[in-house]
């Protein structure tokens, strides 16, 4: 599908969450779930926009929906609770971010996913619909739940059930040249992804202060941004050991891609330890590159995968490296990644900026 037709184009501003609905805000929620709450206040689905996440910003700044003052069209994932979303997903209409307006603040709010009452399908992106009904959350306990300040259900979705919710947005995103730039897994997401078991783990802590648990759902959402030591069990790093080299290898046992923007850079760094002496190897490099033309491109423009080394799903990685270890010696090895591909810092402005420069360290290992 290399264009967008007429009939995608009204579905998505007919069904991107079913139209315009108004949502509670997240900070009333605080009041009951202090733990989610605080849990929630710091992860990246709290800070999606623009105003909060300066590596989102630095991608909108260029594109060019943003530059004719015409709609922000990452809306529909980065702020679905706005107060004019139908707006922002129209053409022909001006609806950008609004750094003014509360709505847009909420990014993606308490409320608006536990309004997910149904995901459809379609082939460039999936698409959340709405409950029409306000205070009326779903969830995945299996108790019958009450509270003074909502209604609760515990059944009849899906979704929430198996733990699915998550891909209306986290699935799959084709660009109008049918590139799919993001993908958690491209042949069949609907039934076998479950966002909610690894990246929401059962942590301590109370769900609520009315109905009092030992256990909650983390709500920090683990990811390449936060709190991804709680996926690293999903990732295991062995050492063979021959003659005249060594091999690492990088087992990645979870169902998509080990890193999935295309903005990112994982990167294996090697070590050997010899008389206290500390010898760095060559760092592996794994990495997903989109472009147009033969270079490297924005999201919108690009057409083609230009170079994908990126650990797959449910795939083990072997690293060799022409090295004789000897007796005594100990191997060191880190696994972890840029949020922004170093390459790309300058161009987008973000040389500067700690969040998009930082090595953040998944997994270290001695052998």
Wanted: some cysteine; glycine content about 4%.
């Amino acid at each position: 599908m290399k264009k967008l037709s007429l009939f995608f184009a009204l579905s998505l501003a007919l069904f991107a969450n079913d139209g315009v609905h108004e949502f509670e805000p997240s900070k009333e929620c605080q009041t009951c779930h202090p733990q989610i709450y605080s849990e929630y206040y710091d992860s990246m689905h709290a800070n999606a926009t623009p105003d909060k996440d300066v590596i989102h910003k630095a991608v909108w700044d260029k594109h060019p929906h943003k530059n004719k003052l015409e709609q922000y069209s990452c809306g529909k994932c980065h702020s679905p609770a706005a107060d004019n979303l139908d707006k922002m997903l129209t053409d022909g209409q001006k609806a950008l971010h609004d750094s003014n307006n509360p709505t847009h603040q909420e990014a993606i709010s308490c409320a608006y996913c536990h309004r997910i009452e149904n995901i459809q399908k379609h082939e460039q992106s999936n698409t959340n619909i709405i409950s029409k009904e306000p205070k009326s959350y779903y969830g995945s306990q299996r108790a019958s739940l009450d509270s003074p300040y909502h209604k609760i259900i515990t059944e009849k979705n899906e979704h929430f059930a198996n733990g699915n919710v998550c891909v209306g947005c986290h699935s799959h995103n084709l660009n109008n040249h049918g590139l799919n730039l993001c993908s958690t897994n491209v042949n069949d997401e609907m039934s076998q992804a479950n966002c909610v078991s690894c990246h929401m783990p059962k942590v301590a802590g109370s769900v609520s202060s009315i109905n009092e648990t030992k256990k909650h759902t983390f709500h920090g959402f683990a990811g390449a941004h936060s709190h991804s030591d709680m996926l690293s069990k999903y990732v295991d790093i062995s050492l063979v050991k021959n003659i005249d080299h060594f091999i690492v290898n990088v087992d990645n046992r979870s169902s998509h891609a080990l890193l999935l923007h295309p903005m990112r850079m994982a990167v294996l760094k090697i070590s050997v330890t010899r008389d206290k002496k500390s010898i760095n190897l060559e760092d592996e490099v794994f990495v997903r590159v989109i472009g147009k033309d033969g270079k490297p491109a924005m999201p919108w423009a690009a057409d083609v995968t230009l170079k994908d080394t990126m650990i797959q799903a449910n795939e083990k990685r072997a690293v060799k490296r022409e090295f004789k270890l000897e007796k005594g010696d100990k191997v060191n090895v880190t696994l972890g990644w840029f949020l922004v591909n170093p390459k790309s810092l300058e161009q987008l402005g973000l040389q500067n900026e700690k969040v998009a420069k930082e090595f953040h360290v998944f997994k270290k290992q001695s052998f």
